[in-house]
């Protein structure tokens, strides 16, 4: 079990990715499959957890994370979440839960000292538009690209490499809340295959691009520090499923997610 009031208190880094658009079934897919060595071996017990998110699509799915809604197990018992916003005296909260007294996550980092630092990936982060202003305005500092962005078949490694500058900035300096939206894994990206419909074997080599540098990341970190990861999809796709297409739908291939968190040193 994580202590994340431990954890904070302490002052440990923070990396949390959301792999944009993720479906559970193509994630465990690629590890079973060989596809994603890198996560393979960096995921607890070599494993992706199933579960389900609280949005359907990237501005709710993110909103709910950073107030305290990651992610839940398809099952009526839940573990001790990581992080809530303060509730009211009446209800009680583990004592590994952080508990942070402000309206969102980052806030409440920032009150303990954490520099908070985003890394967009699809144009909900782009601050190009009112809407995609929202969730990069919760950060200190907030960096977004058009390469960045799902188009550009190369937008994992250039967001990799921001987010090691930002490392290299902050690091030493004050506790770091280092968050990445991949966009390799949202729509389009039926270009991995040479395709100009994406599917689920078009997301599954996605993933696989973006393994590699999401390794490389993880790698880079190490030794400089310890880290709670915490790495999920937002929301899955779905790709025709039972006559479906799209996201913001309420569909299995919609709301099952991968999860994972662990400490990572």
Same mark, same amino acid.
């Given at each position: 079990? %994580?202590?994340?009031?431990? %954890? %904070?208190?302490?002052?440990?880094?923070?990396?949390?990715?959301?792999?944009?658009?993720? +479906?559970?079934?193509?994630?465990?897919?690629?590890?079973?499959?060989?596809?994603?060595?890198? =996560? *393979?071996?960096?995921?607890?017990?070599?494993?992706?957890?199933?579960?389900?998110?609280?949005?359907?699509?990237? =501005?709710?799915?993110? !909103?709910?994370?950073?107030? @305290?809604?990651?992610?839940?197990?398809?099952?009526?018992?839940?573990?001790?979440?990581?992080?809530?916003? $303060?509730?009211?005296?009446?209800?009680?909260?583990? &004592?590994?839960?952080?508990?942070?007294? *402000?309206?969102?996550?980052?806030? @409440?980092?920032?009150?303990?000292?954490?520099?908070?630092?985003?890394?967009?990936?699809?144009?909900?982060?782009? *601050?190009?538009?009112?809407?995609?202003?929202? =969730?990069?305005? !919760?950060?200190?500092?907030?960096?977004?690209?058009?390469?960045?962005?799902?188009?550009?078949?190369?937008?994992?490694?250039?967001?990799?490499?921001?987010?090691?500058?930002?490392?290299?900035?902050?690091?030493? $300096?004050?506790?770091?809340?280092?968050?990445?939206?991949? &966009?390799?894994?949202?729509?389009?990206?039926?270009?991995?295959?040479?395709?100009?419909?994406?599917?689920?074997?078009?997301?599954?080599?996605?993933?696989?691009?973006?393994? &590699?540098? =999401?390794? +490389?990341?993880?790698?880079?970190?190490?030794? +400089? @520090? $310890?880290?709670?990861? %915490? !790495?999920?999809?937002?929301?899955?796709?779905?790709?025709?499923?039972? @006559?479906?297409?799209?996201?913001?739908?309420?569909?299995?291939?919609?709301?099952?997610?991968?999860?994972?968190?662990?400490?990572? &040193?």
């Amino acid at each position: 079990m %994580i202590d994340t009031t431990q %954890i %904070i208190e302490s002052g440990t880094n923070i990396l949390f990715v959301t792999l944009d658009s993720l +479906r559970y079934d193509v994630a465990s897919g690629a590890l079973a499959g060989g596809n994603t060595p890198h =996560l *393979a071996r960096l995921l607890p017990g070599g494993q992706w957890e199933h579960r389900q998110t609280p949005g359907t699509f990237t =501005l709710p799915a993110h !909103m709910a994370f950073f107030s @305290g809604f990651l992610p839940k197990l398809p099952q009526p018992e839940q573990p001790a979440r990581l992080w809530e916003c $303060r509730p009211p005296a009446f209800k009680k909260v583990p &004592s590994e839960t952080f508990v942070f007294d *402000a309206p969102n996550l980052l806030d @409440g980092l920032g009150a303990h000292g954490y520099r908070t630092a985003c890394v967009g990936g699809v144009t909900y982060f782009s *601050a190009q538009t009112p809407l995609g202003s929202v =969730l990069p305005s !919760m950060f200190h500092e907030a960096h977004w690209r058009p390469e960045f962005c799902s188009p550009e078949i190369e937008s994992t490694r250039h967001q990799a490499d921001q987010a090691l500058d930002i490392a290299d900035r902050y690091l030493g $300096r004050q506790p770091l809340l280092l968050f990445v939206n991949v &966009s390799a894994t949202h729509v389009p990206h039926g270009h991995y295959v040479g395709d100009s419909t994406d599917s689920t074997a078009s997301q599954t080599a996605a993933l696989a691009y973006a393994d &590699s540098h =999401l390794g +490389r990341l993880l790698d880079s970190l190490s030794g +400089r @520090g $310890r880290w709670l990861v %915490i !790495m999920c999809a937002d929301h899955g796709d779905a790709y025709g499923d039972d @006559g479906f297409h799209g996201r913001g739908i309420a569909h299995p291939s919609v709301w099952n997610v991968p999860f994972a968190a662990w400490v990572h &040193s």
